[in-house]
Nanobody, 120 residues
Framework: QVQLVESGGGLVQPGGSLRLSCVGSGNIFSIGFMGWFRQAPGKQRELVATISTGGYTTYADSVKGRFAISRDNAKNTAYLQMNSLKPEDTAVYYC??????????????WGQGTQVTVSS
């Protein structure tokens, strides 16, 4: 069994910063792709940022220059540093990871989400 647990969300004023963490635990052989997604009320879930095992990153245009994704492979952990936050960044943020439990293949797993609210 695999669990992804996000933390670090909360209420922050516009222009502020937050750092989200996603920790993988359980029967994990290796983790490939890791990514952060978000879903605002009434909207579809959207991709925010991704990072490969080797550290290659991609970002949604709306967060480029403000957010930074990173990972610590030894700790099965991904991070999302969010700076210059805007009210439109308000959403539930979800971690997603491709996890191999046996070394033979990868399966997508989701965390439970963490709420980020940007408001004055």
């Amino acid at each position: 069994q695999v669990q992804l647990v996000e933390s670090g969300g909360g209420l922050v004023q516009p222009g502020g910063s937050l750092r989200l963490s996603c920790v993988g635990s359980g029967n994990i052989f290796s983790i490939g792709f890791m990514g952060w997604f978000r879903q605002a009320p009434g909207k579809q879930r959207e991709l925010v940022a991704t990072i490969s095992t080797g550290g290659y990153t991609t970002y949604a245009d709306s967060v480029k220059g403000r957010f930074a994704i990173s990972r610590d492979n030894a700790k099965n952990t991904a991070y999302l540093q969010m700076n210059s936050l805007k009210p439109e960044d308000t959403a539930v943020y979800y971690c997603n990871a491709a996890v191999s439990q046996s070394g033979s293949g990868y399966r997508s797993h989701w965390g439970q989400g963490t709420q980020v609210t940007v408001s004055s």
